[in-house]
């Protein structure tokens, strides 16, 4: 069984950054697609960021240029850089895995409970 773990949220000022890390375990390699999405309540889920067991990556437009995802296989984590945050950033942000999908991330069979990142003006 897949289980993700996410750690790094917290609180930041505007302009500040994070990096939130996603610790996998229940399988080994680089065979799933990885992502984050991240919701807010009383909104949809929102992807957020995509990378593929190919290497490939997808990035929401709200957060392109800002956010970077990256993983190291060896060590099963799958990281996202969030930098220039803005308030409209916050949300609860998930970590996602998925033999197949590959966005949206939300849609991913395995996820994470998520990560509370809040960024205050």
């Known amino acids: 069984q897949v289980q993700l773990v996410e750690s790094g949220g917290g609180s930041v000022q505007a302009g500040g950054s994070l990096r939130l890390s996603c610790a996998a375990s229940g399988y080994t390699g680089s065979s799933y697609q990885m992502g984050w999405f991240r919701q807010v309540p009383g909104k949809e889920r929102e992807g957020v960021a995509a990378?593929?067991?190919?290497?490939?990556?997808r990035y929401a437009d709200s957060v392109k240029g800002r956010f970077t995802i990256s993983r190291d296989n060896a060590k099963n984590t799958l990281d996202l850089l969030m930098s220039s945050l803005k308030p409209e950033d916050t949300a609860m942000y998930y970590c996602a895995a998925d033999l197949v999908v590959f966005w949206p991330p939300y849609k991913a069979r395995y996820r994470g409970q998520g990560t509370q990142v809040t960024v205050s003006s």
């Open positions: 990378l593929g067991d190919d290497g490939s990556t």
